[in-house]
Structure formats: C-alpha cells, structure tokens
C-alpha cells in the first residue's frame, strides 16, 4: 500500500520561496502520475501542478511561471518550487499519486503573510 508524506510547509513572507516536498513508499512511484492540490480556507480543493511518469508537466493559471514541479524517481519524491508567493497562495499543499486509483497525502499548511 502506497504512503505518502508532505513536508517543507511554513509560514513565509509575500515575494518569498519555499519548496515543499512529498515521499512515497511502495514500488509504483516511477509509473505513477504525480500531482499537488492546495486547499484553501472555505475553498474547493484545487489542482495546482502536475507531472506525469515521463515527467510532462501543466499548471494551474495562477501558479504558471513561479511554481515547478519536479520528481526524482530513485528518492521515490516529488517537488514543488513555489517562488514570488503571494498571500492568496495560502492553503494546505497536498500531494496526490494516481495509479488504477488515488492516494493522498495528509498535506502541509502553507501561509504566505507578512
């Protein structure tokens, strides 16, 4: 059964960086398409990256040009780089593995404030 865990969330300041990470277990990683979702208060979940097992990517409109994703199948890892943060990207960062279904990780608390 596939695990996975988010880390790297915090609290940092407008225009600043953080890049959040996601392990997984289990030996599907490599043939898995990867995602983040973010959710904020009062919010709908939403998609905002994703990268295929051949490492294709797309975004969210919102995120284009200051998120990336990126994955490392030997670490089993998925990334994401989140530069110039504004305070709408506040929310809970989850990270999604997709294969014959979906597993979720328990997310990471993101607040971007000054």
């Known amino acids: 059964q596939v695990q996975l865990v988010e880390s790297g969330g915090g609290l940092v300041q407008p225009g600043g960086s953080l890049r959040l990470s996601c392990a997984a277990s289990?030996?599907?990683?490599?043939?898995?398409?990867m995602a983040w979702y973010r959710q904020a208060p009062g919010k709908q979940r939403e998609l905002v990256a994703v990268?295929?097992?051949?490492?294709?990517?797309n975004y969210a409109e919102s995120v284009k040009g200051r998120f990336t994703i990126s994955r490392d199948n030997a670490k089993k890892s998925v990334y994401l780089q989140m530069t110039s943060l504004k305070p709408e990207d506040t929310a809970v960062y989850y990270c999604?593995?997709?294969?014959?279904?979906?597993?979720w990780g328990q997310g990471t608390q993101v607040t971007v404030s000054s």
């Open positions: 999604m593995l997709r294969w014959l279904g979906e597993t």
């Open positions: 289990g030996s599907i990683f490599s043939i898995s398409n």
């Open positions: 990268i295929t097992s051949g490492g294709l990517t």
